[in-house]
């Protein structure tokens, strides 16, 4: 959850506008993906943009949204991972979904650590889309409501869910020192060890990282039990 983007643009970029935070915010973002890759880890998620992030000015939605994609057509053309773009994509403007669409069929056969970019995501969309789903396949099967409330399962519904296939995160990062989880994964993160951090995202380092890791490999996991 990289957090902070607008805050350090504020605070290191008085007389510019807030792009200049999502730039920066954007290119560590790409080092984190690196560091990632570097240590092993399998699946890394992304959190850039949420629907109520949409209801910001035009002033500030649009140059956030070019970032965006830029960042992903960066990601990409490392060609390296298979980038999958996790949201609701029909919320944002046609030409934008378009672009990240594209950049993300181009790594479908890369073999890499796998890349989540959550766009336009918010964890109670994702169950509200992840039902609707699940709704419709079981009636094409004919399945009636009165059946299906006898009989659906917890994986029948993660089955459903934009990360379908993935296991849970073990770990989820927050910068500049917000202890929430503010709608990210919430499915998924029913037993994942959270790291809170107080720089904000675009002053995050690599040893800051490693003290994440570090902190979470000296955890004793329960998953509930």
């Not at 959190?47 to 140059?63: G, Q």
Request: charged fraction near 25%; include cysteine.
């Amino acid at each position: 959850m990289a957090d902070g983007n607008r805050r350090w643009a504020r605070l290191n970029a008085p007389g510019e506008t807030l792009v200049a935070g999502y730039e920066a915010g954007a290119a560590k973002l790409k080092e984190f993906v690196s560091w990632c890759d570097e240590v092993g880890i399998g699946i890394v998620t992304l959190w850039v943009l949420s629907p109520n992030n949409l209801d910001r000015s035009d002033e500030e939605v649009l140059p956030l949204l070019d970032v965006i994609v830029s960042l992903v057509e960066s990601l990409a053309d490392e060609g390296k991972w298979p980038i999958q773009i996790v949201g609701a994509l029909e919320l944002l403007p046609e030409h934008i979904s378009e672009a990240l669409r594209a950049a993300s069929a181009r790594t479908e056969n890369n073999t890499g650590m796998h890349v989540n970019v959550a766009v336009s995501y918010a964890g109670r969309q994702e169950l509200r889309d992840a039902f609707r789903s699940l709704l419709a396949e079981e009636a094409s099967k004919g399945t009636t409501l009165e059946e299906l409330s006898k009989t659906v399962e917890i994986d029948s519904i993660a089955s459903h869910l934009y990360t379908a296939g993935q296991p849970d995160p073990d770990l989820i990062i927050r910068t500049s020192g917000e202890q929430r989880l503010s709608d990210f994964l919430i499915w998924q993160s029913a037993h994942s060890e959270f790291y809170f951090c107080e720089a904000l995202w675009p002053d995050f380092r690599r040893v800051d990282f490693l003290r994440a890791l570090r902190s979470f490999a000296q955890r004793e996991r329960r998953f509930g039990r």
